[in-house]
């Protein structure tokens, strides 16, 4: 069984519709939980950082970790065409403010298409 | 499947070294492999592209002289900080990418901390 579980899709849902992505996770030593977006060949750009379990809310975006459960969720709310990319999460047993991130673990990524 | 491996997982160097960076893809060949560099709680920046057997391709801004990549076989990546200084410091991840698939696979990551 892979760390970190992501469903690659690929989800199409139509403009202005409400997106939930997900992932599983086994190692319950992570604590650190990330969101990156990746459009076609560009690097992945970090959306959302969460340490607890909760929710954390930005924008459109929120993010949902569950560590009991071991799933994290982000949602996207109004979804637009403009969020078409593959959503990669990723996690971490470590963190050091300083020094950044340590060890990541990332799912496979989902890819989204956000029709008009 | 499509496990990508690094090795080091954390190297510490004294400045003037130069540090070397493995990339494997353990189950699958990849044609492509990506390096990025990560800043605390940044987005991933893409470095460089490589491609088996030929020479990488820079993104701007990253210099090829001091940043070598090799991309010998379809399982393994190298990348090679020369004459690292303490701002070369970072978090540097690879990912892989099977011939003619969009999906990349990530390593873990590699700390490079640069006294």
């Known amino acids: 069984q892979k760390e970190v579980e992501q469903d690659p899709g690929p989800l199409s849902v139509p403009e202005g519709a409400i997106v939930s992505l997900n992932c599983t996770y086994s190692n319950s030593a992570f604590q650190y939980f990330m969101w990156y977006r990746q459009y076609s060949r560009k690097g992945p750009e970090l959306l959302m950082y969460t340490y607890s379990s909760g929710n954390k809310e930005d924008g459109r975006f929120t993010a949902q970790v569950d560590k009991s459960s071991k799933y994290i969720s982000l949602f996207i709310r109004d979804s637009q065409p403009s969020d078409s990319a593959t959503y990669l999460c990723?996690?971490?047993?470590?963190?050091?403010?300083?020094?950044?991130?340590?060890?990541?673990?990332f799912g496979k990524g989902t890819k989204l298409s956000v029709i008009p | 499947g499509a496990v990508v491996s690094q090795h080091p997982s954390w190297v510490i160097c004294k400045s003037g070294t130069s540090v070397k960076i493995e990339c494997r893809s353990l189950?699958?060949?990849?044609?492509?492999m990506f390096w990025y560099r990560q800043f605390p709680k940044q987005s991933l920046m893409l470095m460089a592209t490589s491609n088996e057997g030929s020479k990488a391709t820079y993104e701007q801004g990253v210099e090829k002289d001091k940043f070598l990549i090799n991309h010998a076989s379809l399982t393994l990546s190298t990348l090679t900080v020369t004459s690292a200084h303490p701002e070369d410091s970072s978090f540097y991840i690879c990912s892989a990418r099977l011939r003619d698939q969009e999906t990349q696979y990530f390593g873990p990551g590699t700390r490079l901390l640069v006294l």
């Open positions: 189950d699958f060949q990849a044609t492509t």
């Open positions: 990723a996690m971490s047993e470590f963190f050091d403010s300083g020094a950044g991130s340590y060890q990541l673990t």
